[in-house]
C-alpha cells in the first residue's frame, strides 16, 4: 500500500511539474504576445552581450525576453579579456558590458559604435554625476581617474577623440555604480583604521595585501601614496612616467620589505586571504567583505577619511551592430534604464544610473531600507520574490553576488553587528552630516 | 648489408607512400605548431601602443624588454632577475622531481614483482590526476597558511611559538607544489625506460660481485637514461612556461616568464607578449637541446 502511495505521489510530482511547466510556457508566451501584437519580425531579436558575470543575471535576461523580446546571450569573460575580446573581435558581441576606466583603449581601438544620446530616453535623467561631474545639488565632485564625463561623449559619430564638452554623441551608457575601500579584520587590528597610509604601514607587515588588477591597483596604490604626503597626483588616472614611477618605487619598495601577504586578483582570493588571517588588511570589493562575515568573521569595509575608490559599469555598443540590430540594442538600453533592472541593481546594494525609474519600480518602503538604511515598514523582497526581511527589521541582510554572479542570500549573524558594504556607508553618511547624498563618496572620485 | 639499408631508406624516403604516411600528422604539425610559431615571431617584431598592434617593423617588443639592462649594470634589470629566478625554481623543481621520479619508479620496476601490482600502483600515481591542476594546487593553501593545519600542528606540539610564514606565498610553496604537480611526469618514461631493462644484466652484475651501488651507477641509470631525459623534457618545458601555479602559490609576488607574457598580453601588448614568447622558446630549446646533446634519445631508444 505505501509503495503504492509513493508511486502515486511522484506521478503526482511528474504530472504538477508538467503542469507547471506548461504555465510557464503560457505566460512566457503571453507576455511575449502582448509585448508584440501587430508585427513579429521574421528573425529573432538576439543581442550578444559580452562582459564579466558579475552583471550577467539569468533575471535580468528573462525579464527582458518578457518586456522586449530580445533574447540576450550571455558572453562571459574576465575584466582583461573582455577588453581584448573588443579589440581583436568586435564582430564577435553586440552589447558590451564593462567600466569606464577601460573605455580609453576601446575607444581609440574604433571598435565602439557612438550611441545618439537622443535616443536614450532616460538620458537626461542619468544622475549628473556621470553625465556632468556633479551632485544633483550642482556641486562639483573630483575629477581625477577616468572620470565618468571625461570618456562620455564623442567629437562626431565616427570620432575616435574624447569630447571634453557634451556631445550627442555618447560613447557608454552607465547602468551602476558604487565605490571600494580597504578591508579590514578589526578582531586582528584592535584599533581605528581611518587612512589610506595604514595598507603599508609596517605594523602590518606581511598582513597586507593589494589588488592585483593593475588599472584598478595602481588607483589604490596612489591613494596610499598621496594619503602618506609623498606626492600629491594631479590626477591619479593620468599619472606622469615620473608619477608612475614614483608610485611603483614605493610599492616595490614596500613588496620587497615583505609588507604583503599576497596579491589576489580574483573575488574568492581575497576572501581567502582575509577569512584565514593571511591578511588583516587589504583592497577590498563590498560583496567579499559580506562573505567574509557571513563565515562568521568579523571583517569591515572601512571608510577612510581620503574617500572611496568609485567604479562605474554601463553598456557599449559594438561598431558592427548596424541595421535592425541596433534598434534592438537601443531598445535593450532603453529597457534597461527603464527602472526593472535598476530596482533590481538597488535591491543587491548598488547604485543604478537612473535612480529616478528605478524608484518608481520600488516601494516606498524598499527605497527607504535599500537607499535610505531606514527600517522596513513591511516585507522586503529579494528580486526573486522570496522574502528577505520581515517586516520592522533593520537592513541587516543583504542579497549579493558572488563573483560568478550567482546570488547567494547572506543573514548577519546577529543583528547588533554593525552593518557593512554599502550600508555601512549609508550609515556613515547619516552619522556625518557633511556625507548627506548618495553621491558624495564621489567626492575623491577615481572612477576606475 | 649497411649500405642496402641505406639505399632502400633512400628510396623509402622518396616515394610518395611515405610521404602520403606522413602527410597527416605533418598536415596538423604545419597548421597547429609550425604556422602559429610563425606568427609568433613575426608580431614579435611589430609595433604597439597602447590597444592595438602595427604592422610595421619595430624591434621595441624587444628594446622594451630589456629595457635598462645596459643602464642599470651592475645591477641586474628585471628581465634578467625575472629569468634567473625562473630557472632557479625549474633547476630546484627538476632536480627533486627527479629524485623523487627516479625512486618511485625503482621501486615499482624492481621491488615490485607482479605485474598486475605494477600496474596497480602505477595507477594509483594517477589519482592526484583525476582533479584538475588548480584543485591539487589551492589544496596546499589551507595547509600550508598561517593559520593552516601544519603551523597549528608544529604549535601544538610546542615545537614553535610563531607560526612559519616561509610555508606560504613563498619559493618553498612554489617549489613544493610544483614537485607536488609534475614528480608524475617524471615517473612515467623513467619506469617505462626501466622496465625494458633486461633482469639478466642485474643478475650479472650480481653474479659478478657488483654492489647495490655500482649496479644502480653501471646499469640501471646509463640505461634509464632515455627516460630521465624524456622526463626532464616534461618537467622543464611545463617549469618555464608555468605562470598560475608560481603566481598562486607564490601569492602573485614571484615573478615567472610565463608571468611576464600574461601581463603583457593583459596589457595589450601582444608583439612585447610575442617578443617574451620566442626568447622563453629560445631559452627553452637551448636547455633541451644541450640535454638531448648529452644524452642523445634517438640513439638510446
Known sequence: MSTFSKMNKSVNRRVVLKGAAGAVGIVAGSGAITGFPYVRSAEP????????????????????????????????????????????????????????FSLKKLVPSGNIFALDAKKIKEFDNITPVFTKGQLPNGKKI???????????????????????????????????YNADTLGIRPDLIKRPITSWTELLNSEFKGNASILNIPSIGIMDAAMVVEASGQHQYEDKGNMTKAEIDLTMKIMTEAKKAGQFRAFWKDFNESVNLMASGETVIQSMWSPAVTKVRSMGIACTFQPLKEGYRSWASGFCVSKAVAGQKLDWAYEFVNWYLSG??????????????????????MTADEWAYWMEGKPAVGDI???????????????????????????????????????????????????????????????????? | MRSEIGASMMQNRKSPVAWLQAAPMMLVFTLFFLLPLVFVTIVSAWDYNEYEMIPAFSLRGYTDTFEGCIAGLPDLCTILKTYLKTLK?????????????????????????????????????TIPFWTSNVIRMIAWIPLL????????????????????????FSEFSVVLALVHLFTFFMVVPIFNSMIRIDKRLIEAAYDAGATGWQTLTNIVIPLAKPGIVIGSIFVITIVM????????????QIASAGKIIESRLNALQFPAAAANAVILLGITILIISSLTRIIDIRKEL
Open chain 2, 241 to 252: 612556461g608555468d605562470f598560475v601555479t608560481i603566481g598562486v602559490m607564490g601569492g602573485q
Open chain 1, 340 to 361: 526593472w533592472a535598476g530596482a533590481y541593481l538597488n535591491r543587491q546594494g548598488y547604485y543604478s544610473a537612473v535612480l529616478s525609474t528605478a524608484r518608481a519600480n
Open chain 2, 89 to 125: 625554481l625549474c633547476l630546484l623543481t627538476w632536480s627533486l622531481t627527479l629524485v623523487i621520479g627516479f625512486t618511485v619508479a625503482y621501486f615499482l620496476a624492481f621491488h615490485v614483482r607482479s605485474k598486475t601490482w605494477q600496474i596497480v600502483l602505477t595507477l594509483l600515481c
Open chain 1, 142 to 176: 573630483g575629477a581625477q581617474g577616468t572620470a565618468p564625463w571625461k570618456v562620455l561623449y564623442l567629437e562626431g559619430a565616427n570620432s575616435r577623440m574624447f569630447s571634453k564638452t557634451p556631445t550627442e554623441f555618447v560613447t557608454l551608457i552607465p547602468t551602476v
Open chain 2, 145 to 168: 597558511g598561517r593559520n593552516g593545519l601544519v603551523n597549528k600542528g608544529l604549535e601544538g606540539a610546542g615545537l614553535i611559538q610563531q607560526p612559519l610564514e616561509w610555508l606560504l
Open chain 1, 45 to 100: 531579436k538576439v543581442l550578444r552581450y559580452l562582459g564579466t558575470a558579475v552583471n550577467e543575471g539569468d533575471e535580468i535576461s528573462k525579464k527582458c525576453m518578457e518586456d522586449t523580446g530580445i533574447k540576450i546571450e550571455y558572453i562571459t569573460a574576465t575584466t582583461d579579456d573582455v577588453t581584448k575580446r573588443v579589440i581583436t573581435q568586435p564582430n564577435s558581441f553586440d552589447v558590451l558590458d564593462t567600466e569606464y
Open chain 1, 381 to 448: 523582497k529579494a528580486p526573486d520574490g522570496t522574502i528577505l526581511e520581515k517586516a520592522g527589521a533593520r537592513p541587516r541582510r543583504r542579497l549579493l553576488r558572488r563573483s560568478h554572479g550567482r546570488r547567494c542570500l547572506l543573514e548577519r549573524g546577529h543583528g547588533r553587528e554593525r552593518l557593512h558594504g554599502p550600508q555601512v556607508e549609508r550609515v556613515h553618511r547619516r552619522l556625518m552630516p557633511s556625507q548627506d547624498s548618495p553621491h558624495q563618496r564621489m567626492r575623491q572620485v577615481l572612477v576606475r
